[in-house]
């Protein structure tokens, strides 16, 4: 069976997400982006609230489909366009709401996001080269079963749902603001196609701090200084586990937990744990930081 990670959804796709985490006040990961999304949105506010519920009431009215090409397509089936704060307002078309929601509340914190994802795909792809899809699924700790050909996924329903899956196979995308159970989604248009299965990844206190700060903590950035935490960034450009970093840097097991702390803080480093350890990768940013600036153009004579 073919089993596939894709990077990301993309902006549109989590900003449909995102109106459940924005209608809800649970989710402490989160709040600092409610709370600066909300401010934002001003009188539009009541609107996103409004289609978060439908969703939430009919989830099926959310659709997420993999083209030919293999772009991500998000879309809404069955929904009203929003209506108007005032009489003097025309309604908003749906498509353009959403893009201008993405745009507003996504867009500005997406290379941050787009980070995290990257490095929550490269941790899991590790753990699907070691250990199979069955240990991939054991660490997304989601409830999720897979007995060949069938794949038993866990529902807000009395009953979790079984999939049998086809020749195509199943590809697995991560997504930050997704919330409860995993979400499967199936391209009635194209049965032939991979399913996409929606999985939800939700950041530690610290990594939420990072990434709804739009700039860069010079507190974080200070900490990096020093040989040491160099020294563990190098040695991050491949996934380790915490001993396997002790070793690599020659410090001990403690002290090599404590610097990936610091750097996962900074937004560098993400962790993935499992039942037995903890694995750290270089996120997309760490890996900027390690390459520096481009080189300048050489300069033009006169």
């Known amino acids: ?53 439908s969703l939430a009431a009919s989830p099926g009215l959310l659709s997420i489909t993999l083209s030919a090409s293999g772009k991500v397509r998000a879309g809404v ?35 941050r996001i787009h980070s995290f994802l990257e490095s929550e795909r490269e941790a899991s792809g590790r753990l699907m080269f070691t250990g199979g899809m069955h240990e991939l699924f054991r660490a997304m700790d989601q409830g999720i079963r897979w007995q060949p050909p069938v794949l038993t996924i866990p529902s807000d329903r009395a009953r979790p749902a079984e999939v049998r899956l086809r020749g195509s196979g199943l590809l697995l995308a991560p997504s930050l603001f997704l919330s409860g159970p995993p979400r499967l989604f199936l391209d009635e248009a194209a049965p032939e196609r991979a399913p996409i299965l929606v999985y939800p990844v939700h950041p530690d206190p610290m990594m939420a701090s990072a990434l709804w700060n739009l700039t860069q903590p010079k507190q ?25 970093l002790a070793q690599y840097v020659g410090v001990s097991a403690g002290s090599a937990s404590q610097h990936a702390s610091v750097l996962r803080n900074a937004g560098l480093v993400s962790t993935t744990r499992t039942r037995t350890c903890a694995i750290h990768t270089l996120t997309p940013l760490g890996e900027a930081l390690l390459k520096g600036p481009p080189p300048e153009p050489p300069a033009h004579p006169g």
């Open 1 to 53: 069976m073919n089993f596939r990670l894709h990077r990301s959804l993309g902006p549109v796709p989590e900003s449909l997400f995102a109106l459940g985490v924005l209608h809800r006040n649970n989710d402490d990961a989160f709040s600092e982006w409610r709370k600066t999304v909300k401010v934002r949105q001003g009188r539009r506010l009541h609107q996103l609230l409004s289609l978060a519920e």
């Open 77 to 111: 089936s069955g929904l009203p366009s929003p209506q108007a704060p005032s009489a003097q307002a025309s309604p908003t078309p749906l498509p353009a709401f959403l893009r201008e929601f993405a745009e507003e509340a996504i867009q500005p914190y997406w290379p």
């Open 220 to 244: 974080s950035l200070s900490a990096l200084v020093g040989s040491t935490r160099s020294a563990v960034l190098q040695a991050l450009t491949e996934s380790r586990t915490t001993t396997e």
